[in-house]
């Protein structure tokens, strides 16, 4: 019912900084980004409501990191900061549609492809 097309995905060096954006078709209720190291869990990253409101972030992400949306609310953006060798992972852009929840990993209903994002010492 919604696509979502990522890009932005890289490789850096420690401390440089990326720009993931990831495109819908349609309307969500909310939308975040997700983060999946080898070995570990999905990690909710960030999140932000479709609505205005303050947005999320996961406690080892906050001050580096900044999620958003452009002019038109149909595109959504995380500028990554400060990165380190342990924000490397597989991103992921994930939306619901329907009210609930503020899009956490057992809440989305659509997932984008995934962009790898390495972080080099």
């Known amino acids: 019912q919604v696509q979502l097309v990522e890009s932005g995905g890289g490789s850096v060096q420690t401390g440089g900084s990326l720009r993931l954006s990831c495109a819908a078709s349609g309307y969500t209720y909310c939308m975040g980004w997700f983060r999946q190291a080898p070995g570990k869990e999905r990690e909710r990253v960030a999140a932000?409501?479709?609505?205005?409101?303050?947005?999320y972030y996961a406690d080892s992400v906050k001050g580096r990191f900044t999620i958003s949306r452009d002019n038109a609310k149909n595109t959504l953006y995380l500028q990554m900061n400060s990165l380190q060798p342990e924000d490397t992972a597989m991103y992921y852009c994930?939306?619901?549609?329907?009210?609930?929840?503020?899009?956490?990993?057992?809440?989305?209903?659509?997932w984008g492809q995934g962009t790898q994002v390495t972080v080099s010492s």
């Open positions: 994930a939306a619901r549609l329907r009210s609930g929840g503020y899009c956490h990993v057992n809440e989305v209903n659509y």
């Open positions: 932000i409501y479709s609505a205005e409101g303050r947005p």
